[in-house]
C-alpha cells in the first residue's frame, strides 16, 4: 500500500475519515470482515491520533501481504485524490462537456438550432453529468459514448418536419423508465419521417436502441467531437506522449510521469472513440490529430 494513503487517513478530519470509508466500501457484499489488526483499539476508541484500524475481508497468515483497494476509479480521481495513477485502467473514462457539443453545433447549424434541440432533449427527461456547475458526458474505456450524448446527436441531426411534430407531443414521451422513453421516440420517429427505418420495427432491447444511434450523423458528430477534444492536448501527438511516457522515470520525474499517463489514458480513449464512430460514418476519410 501506498505510505501516502496511510498518512493521509492518519491525519484526517473526521468528517473527511467518514467520505473516505464510504469509498473504500466497494467490495463485494460476500466478503464480510473475519479478522482485525489485533494491536489496534476498540472499535471508537482513539488512543492518539496516530493509530490506523484496517478490517481485512479474508483470513491472512502471519508475514502475508495484504491489499488495500481505493476503489473503481479512473486515473484523473486517482491522480486528483491519491498522486498516482495506473497504466491501463479500466475504469478510465474522458469527459466531453456539453459546452463543447453546443460549439460543435454552432458551427454547422444556428445557434438557434442547437438551443431548440438541446431544450427538446431535455424536455425528453435527459442530462449529462454534472460537476461545479459544468455538465458533460462520460466517453468509456471501450470508446462507447454515454447514452445520453448519442440521444443528444441524434435530436441535433434530426429533419425540421420531424423535429416540428415531435416537439409538440414531447411532453408525452416523458416517462420514468430511460429505455420506454428511448423506445417512445424513435417509434415516432418511424411514423413521421419520410424515410421510414425499419430498424425502429421491434425495438424491446436497450441494445437494439444503441444501434439505432449509431446512425452515419450520429457518428460524424462523434469523430468531429473527438477532434476537438484531442485539440485541448495541444500539437503533440499521441505517439509522442507515449515515447515521452516510455522514456519518463518514475521515480525522479514521478510528477510527469503521472500526468501523462494519464494523459496518454484519456487519448487513448478518444482513439476508441473514433474507432466506435468510424464503424458507423460513411463519410470521407478525415485526418486526426
Known sequence: MDLEWFHWLTYASDSDGEEEEDDRSDAS??????????TSSPPGSRA???DLEIIIVRDVNEG??????????????????YGFT??????DIVNIDLALVTKWCTSIFSGRHTRARVSLWRNLGYSGCTSQDTEYFEIAYDGEPQLELSILLYII??????????????????????HETICNVFKFVKATSSNQNSEVNGLEKLP??????????????????????????????????EEELHACCVVNE?????SLVLRVSERRILRRLREFASSG??????KHP
Open 254 to 258: 514521478r510528477k510527469l510521469y503521472h
Open 208 to 241: 437494439d436502441v444503441k444501434k439505432l444511434l449509431h446512425s452515419e450523423s450520429v457518428c460524424s458528430a462523434l469523430l468531429s467531437l473527438a477532434d476537438m477534444r484531442e485539440s485541448l492536448y495541444g500539437s503533440n501527438t499521441l505517439e509522442d506522449d
Open 64 to 81: 502475508e501481504e495484504v491489499y488495500n483497494t481505493y476503489g473503481t476509479m479512473g486515473n484523473a480521481a486517482l491522480l486528483h485524490r
Open 29 to 38: 457484499a460476500d466478503d464480510k470482515p473475519t479478522t482485525k489488526n489485533p
Open 281 to 286: 460514418s460513411k463519410g470521407r476519410k478525415r
Open 157 to 178: 441531426n434530426m429533419k425540421p418536419d420531424v423535429y416540428d411534430k415531435l416537439i409538440c407531443v414531447a411532453h408525452g414521451f416523458v416517462s420514468d423508465e430511460e
Open 48 to 50: 492518539n491520533d496516530e
Open 86 to 91: 495506473e497504466l491501463d485502467n479500466q475504469y
